[in-house]
């Protein structure tokens, strides 16, 4: 089973500061999912990647495959941004294909 | 709209009462989960089914029982529900496991179980 160790779990900033979230994992994946669950809300998929780095609006998610591990970045950082982000590395099919962190939570603070 | 529907969104029990999650999507996904999610836990798989007919097994299965009657929809029963069961349940599809798949997720079931 893939071991997923996530930091950190809790994370306060101010509004506008560069946010970065750590993802590593133990075993090889075809590719890597980013997650957001705002509190009391439902699970919405960032990005699936795998490899290289990928970019949406003020999020860039970042893999190095070779090493295991995985950043997402959040630049100028809201208030809005405030929520739980889960990395899942993604093995392939099968019950034990998917495995998830336990998640940071991330509070911006305006 | 596209996407995971998941019923129903809350629901209280009565310790031993059973009931059903029910879960469609309209993607036509292969690939469909059930996970519960408890404080501190992160999301634990129960069940997973591959295709229509299918189901296995995930890291906490005891106590429920699914069915994938075919490609649309994958249902999670509770036979004999018990407080332990309290959670939230997340249903989830997925195309494939590989590069540009994106992984859809209902918006939750919260069930107490008094």
């Known amino acids: 089973k893939n071991e997923v160790e996530q930091s950190p779990q809790n994370l306060t900033a101010q509004e506008g500061e560069f946010i970065t979230i750590n993802c590593s994992y133990s075993v090889g994946i075809s590719a890597l999912h980013w997650l957001q669950q705002h509190p009391g809300g439902g699970i919405v998929s960032l990005f699936m990647l795998s490899s290289g780095k990928k970019k949406h609006g003020r999020l860039i998610a970042t893999i190095n495959i070779q090493e295991k591990h995985s950043s997402l970045h959040i630049t100028a950082s809201h208030p809005r941004d405030s929520a739980v982000y889960i990395c899942?590395?993604?093995?392939?099919?099968?019950?034990?294909?998917?495995?998830f962190g336990k998640g940071t939570h991330l509070i911006i603070q305006p | 709209n596209a996407g995971v529907t998941q019923t129903p969104k809350f629901q209280v029990l009565k310790t031993g009462q059973s009931m059903t999650l029910q879960c469609a999507q309209d993607m036509n996904h292969n690939s469909m989960y059930w996970y519960r999610q408890d404080p501190g836990m992160g999301l634990r798989l129960i069940y997973y089914s591959a295709s229509e007919g299918t189901t296995d097994k995930g890291e906490v299965p005891n106590g429920y029982n699914v069915s994938r009657l075919n490609k649309r929809e994958f249902s999670l029963r509770l036979e004999s529900a018990a407080p332990s069961q309290t959670s939230v349940y997340f249903c989830?599809?997925?195309?494939?496991?590989?590069?540009?798949?994106?992984?859809?997720f209902g918006e939750g079931s919260w069930l107490t179980v008094v």
């Open positions: 989830a599809s997925i195309l494939g496991h590989f590069s540009g798949n994106t992984i859809y």
């Open positions: 899942a590395p993604d093995s392939g099919g099968g019950a034990d294909g998917l495995t």
